[in-house]
């Protein structure tokens, strides 16, 4: 899992930046009638929904928040309820719900000012499932595309620059994965499907922290498979690139044993 101690306060700022409320809605509900299903003004129930809020009953706040849209669907605050249901959800780490909230309110309101943060709660309720590289990645590849279109559709802005940050994150988490599988079909005498898996890392995920390894396991595959041409253009992306790296180091001791004329 990747930052998520320190994603939520980043992004209820955001949320509360966005979604600042006039002040004849920020008085307090409460009490023990303060549940869902239960018919109320609008003013009234989105109060009593930020209240849960506040107060961390994210659930329930959210139930709210879904109430002031299903009892007032044409109040000027619905738009504002259905993407703080998002966000509520998000807090209770409902990412399913949060997803599809999100999703909802943009499907209703594609154009509206608040789109881009809808874009970018989708993006980091992916962020925040992803699981170690044993796991299966769906979920990552979920998350740099959702990533991926914040960048794109809102290239200026603040969810823009944070969502970069997190994809070289996302894009080094699967490279890692890659590397795992690799190491695995090497340890199995796989060798080409281990270079492959390798060779993937170089081509798509160059500038992430796996690359140096990988372009040594590549100089350890060729040379397996008796390619040793290739084994050797590797290592000479490596010297070029990683030039005081332990990995071109190995290569270049691979090198001299098995293709001694390469560094003759």
């Known amino acids: 899992m990747l930052e998520r101690s320190r994603l939520k306060p980043v992004v209820f700022a955001i949320a509360t930046g966005a979604m600042i409320l006039t002040a004849g809605c920020a008085g307090r509900g409460g009490g023990k009638k303060d549940t869902a299903y239960v018919a109320r003004d609008v003013d009234t129930l989105y109060a ?3 209240n849960r809020l506040e107060r961390g009953q994210t659930k329930q706040a959210a139930a709210l928040f879904d109430e002031v849209e299903r009892q007032h669907p044409y109040s000027p605050w619905a738009r504002r309820a259905q993407l703080m249901s998002a966000f509520s959800y998000y807090v209770a780490r409902d990412y399913n719900k949060a997803v599809q909230s999100a999703q909802r ?4 309101h594609p154009g509206n000012k608040d789109a881009p943060y809808a874009y970018y709660l989708i993006a980091v309720s992916y962020y925040e499932q992803i699981s170690d590289v044993t796991r299966d990645q769906k979920i990552t590849q979920q998350s740099k ?3 991926t279109d914040v960048i794109r559709r809102y290239p200026t802005t603040s969810f823009a620059a944070d969502a970069k940050i997190k994809l070289d994150l996302v894009n080094d988490h699967l490279a890692g994965k890659e590397m795992t599988i690799g190491r695995y079909y090497e340890r199995s005498g796989k060798w080409l499907a281990a270079t492959l898996r390798f060779r993937n ?5 160059q500038t992430t922290s796996h690359a140096p390894e990988a372009l040594y396991r590549l100089v350890e595959g060729y040379l397996a498979l008796g390619v040793d041409d290739e084994a050797q253009k590797a290592a000479a992306v490596l010297q070029n690139n990683y030039p005081g790296s332990e990995w071109y180091a190995r290569a270049y001791k691979l090198i001299s044993k098995h293709a001694p004329e390469a560094v003759a």
């Not at 309110?105 to 209703?108: K, Q």
């Not at 890392?201 to 995920?205: E, G, L, R």
């Open 201 to 205: 890392v170089v081509d798509n995920y």
């Open 105 to 108: 309110f943009l499907s209703i």
């Open 48 to 50: 009593a929904a930020q």
């Open 145 to 147: 595309q959702a990533l």
